[in-house]
């Protein structure tokens, strides 16, 4: 259950995101992609979970290479991308079954109703999610992690925006349980995000980045560094 | 499998349930086609009944066509496409339920509104088993190839007018032989364009989820 990019590259527009990008998250592990916008961050999580072909090299998910046995992937993968995937015209119970359905690790209503009030939305589960705030659908999505069979690999892109105070703490418990049971998680975020205390990488996507100053002689455009270790 | 196809065509026809404007769009442009000729040809039932096949088929083409952009954009813009994508059935198998919902919702009204245009023109009543048939397969002919540049032209702007320039050429076979099999004076005569047009949907069948799911690759890329 191990993921790993081999010599990653990614060009978009002609411009060289990130070359030679070799990464390895073990289960319980978790990687900080970081960056300034533009940086290609998203592009490596999109690639990771094989929605975008890298330039070159290749992606694999428990050593195979995912462009392969896409279906390997796609049956432990939880992609959380720019857009929530929800449908306005449905409630945010059915948008929850629906998902899971369509990931193949369907719920009873039962269960989608304990995932919802699990992230402070139990009395909306049957309101029309297009009545839902900004905050409150990037929950309804989030939802997913709080439901088994679990998804054994997240990919979440910006988890941490327009969530409150509550439903930040209640993400960073369900993301701790998660690496605590095993799960892979590779994210990107602005905020100082408060899941140390876990075995944490950082990749960091740019030329300026300060991290890649401190290591400049050894190291091209990135560093991983190791943030810290389980406790 | 089967229930990840089930529940995302059942998901389809309830979103176009709970929104119905987008089907009756459809509808009224096609039943708009049928009304109005009538009125700027004239009241000449002879000529009328000889061009009913024709406007039929024709208004059937161009409705089909106003709807397949929305094939995918929907799904496109809140990135449901991308979980679709992620999913572990195959995506020609989701294409292929995605195009099932769709004709169901954008073909199937048209094939039950041409009998009611149909006697409105003056059609004999057995004339009407085999348009209904031809335009069964024939809006399954215009779904499956719209589905291919509906995916290829996903997220451009000014997609409508690809689309049309895109799938107009490869709606040709399929208006050809089903307005003759349409126009046919006799079931006789009318069964080898329907064979064709028959053979026309199986090939579609088979290569059309496949190309699609290709085009929708290189849209989301």
Redesign the interface.
């Known amino acids: 259950m191990t993921l790993q990019t081999q010599q990653l590259s990614c060009a978009r527009a002609g411009t060289v995101l990130f070359d030679m990008l070799d990464l390895m998250v073990r289960p319980g592990e978790a990687l900080k992609v970081s960056g300034p916008n533009g940086a290609g961050k998203s592009s490596l999580l999109r690639i990771l979970c094989g929605l975008t072909e890298p330039t070159s090299g290749h992606v694999r998910w428990q050593g195979r290479a995912i462009h392969r046995q896409p279906d390997l992937l796609h049956r432990a993968v939880f992609y959380f991308g720019h857009h929530s995937a929800l449908k306005d015209d449905l409630t945010a119970i059915e948008n929850l079954r629906m998902a899971t359905l369509l990931s193949g690790r369907p719920c009873s209503s039962e269960q989608a109703r304990q995932a919802l009030t699990a992230l402070g939305l139990g009395e909306f589960k049957h309101t029309m999610v297009g009545h839902l705030s900004q905050g409150q659908r990037r929950r309804v999505s989030l939802a997913r992690l709080a439901l088994t069979p679990q998804p054994r690999l997240l990919i979440l892109d910006e988890p941490f925006n327009a969530l409150d105070q509550p439903a930040l703490a209640q993400l960073t418990s369900l993301l701790r349980q998660h690496l605590f049971e095993g799960a892979v998680l590779v994210y990107t975020t602005h905020q100082d995000m408060p899941l140390d205390g876990l075995l944490h990488h950082e990749v960091c996507l740019a030329r300026t980045c300060p991290a890649t100053v401190t290591n400049a002689l050894a190291s091209p455009a990135w560093v991983v560094r190791p943030m810290g270790i389980a406790a | 499998m089967i229930?990840?196809l089930i529940?995302?065509v059942k998901?389809d026809l309830?979103?176009a349930a709970?929104?119905p404007v987008e089907v009756l769009t459809t509808l009224f442009f096609f039943a708009m086609v049928g009304a109005l000729f009538p009125l700027a040809v004239g009241a000449d039932k002879e000529l009328l009944r000889r061009m009913a096949p024709a406007i039929l088929w024709v208004g059937a083409l161009l409705s089909a066509m106003l709807s397949m952009n929305r094939l995918f954009v929907?799904d496109f813009?809140?990135?449901?496409l991308?979980?679709?994508?992620?999913?572990?059935?195959p995506p020609s198998l989701l294409i292929a339920a995605k195009v099932l919902s769709h004709w169901l919702v954008a073909g199937l009204p048209l094939v039950l509104l041409a009998p009611i245009i149909s006697i409105q023109f003056g059609l004999a009543p057995e004339a009407l088993p085999r348009i209904t048939l031809s335009l069964v397969l024939g809006t399954w002919a215009f779904s499956l190839l719209g589905a291919i540049g509906a995916a290829l032209t996903l997220g451009l702007r000014g997609g409508g007018l690809l689309i049309a320039a895109l799938v107009l050429p490869l709606y040709l076979p399929a208006l050809i032989f089903g307005a003759a099999a349409a126009n046919a004076a006799n079931a006789f005569d009318a069964t080898p364009h329907l064979q064709l047009l028959a053979s026309l949907v199986a090939a579609c069948l088979a290569l059309s989820p496949w190309a699609t799911s290709a085009a929708l690759k290189l849209s989301?890329?």
């Open positions: 229930t990840i529940a995302l998901r309830k979103l709970r929104r929907a813009m809140d990135g449901t991308e979980q679709l994508l992620l999913s572990p059935c989301l890329d």
